[in-house]
């Protein structure tokens, strides 16, 4: 009798399929972890996650209106076997370049490697700049080019000619948020062992996270960014508040008078 082949229920990554599985489950425990960690005590009413349904960003958010969307590079959601775990079905699908919501409508935006997956992400993150409100919160997680896994990762894409992805640098995306209005509030790093197709081998190698995470952090293979939108302040006056203020330029301006005794009269009888 054959075995029953029993898939892993992180398999629903393919752009993550060049780095291997055990890579795959190590980036999903991370950043399941650091969701759970950061999004606690985010407050707000509305909160959007885009993209991987396998990462529940919003599982520890206490927001009344969670949604999870589905951009249009990922494909349409397979219906959960036997021997996998469901996830969470989209609540809606959209494109990553233009946002169905209104401007100012959103307390709290996760996005999980979204940004190197869409076609345009300088739009996706205006976009998400358009849709928060002053004051709310993006997180943002994203392969690290400047890294071992970022590296094989465009290796292979370069061999088997896969454009599924464009990898973002860190610095680069801490620019693109400052000039939107951005104050980057967390910065991490994760995974600076190399990505290898076996999870003992990968485990003989965890010493090389300590390290990496004491001596050269932002070489780590993945990243997390979490900013908020600052909007700079103001204080609003109405009409008849303007109207209350004096201008210089109305002011009286003295002048010397006729009957003082340094007037014109007393002058000239002092000259006669």
Request: with cysteine.
């Amino acid at each position: 009798m054959e075995s029953p082949i029993i898939e892993s229920k992180y398999s629903d990554a393919p752009w993550l399929g060049h780095l291997g599985q055990p890579v795959v489950d190590r980036v999903l425990a991370w950043e399941q972890a650091q969701a759970d960690t950061l999004l606690a005590d985010v407050f707000g009413y509305h909160a959007l996650q885009v993209g991987w349904d396998a990462l529940q960003g919003l599982r520890s958010n206490r927001m009344p209106h969670r949604w999870l969307a589905q951009p249009e590079f990922e494909p349409q959601a397979l219906e959960a076997t036997a021997n996998q775990e469901a996830a969470e079905p989209a609540h809606l699908h959209f494109d990553s370049r233009a946002w169905p919501w209104p401007a100012d409508s959103l307390d709290l935006v996760v996005l999980p490697h979204v940004l190197e997956r869409s076609a345009d992400p300088h739009a996706c993150l205006r976009e998400v700049a358009r849709v928060l409100i002053p004051e709310g919160q993006v997180l943002i997680t994203g392969l690290n080019p400047l890294s071992f896994w970022g590296w094989q990762y465009d290796h292979a894409q370069r061999h088997q000619k896969d454009k599924s992805a464009h990898l973002i640098g860190y610095r680069r995306l801490r620019d693109w948020l400052r000039l939107l209005g951005f104050e980057v509030q967390v910065s991490r790093f994760a995974g600076w062992t190399p990505a290898l197709r076996s999870e003992r081998w990968m485990q003989r190698l965890d010493g090389l996270d300590a390290w990496g995470e004491r001596w050269w952090p932002i070489l780590g293979g993945v990243y997390l960014i979490l900013a908020t939108k600052r909007v700079p302040g103001g204080r609003l006056l109405d009409g008849r508040r303007w109207r209350t203020v004096r201008s210089p330029a109305a002011t009286a301006v003295p002048l010397a008078r006729s009957d003082s005794p340094i007037g014109p009269q007393s002058a000239s009888k002092d000259i006669s």
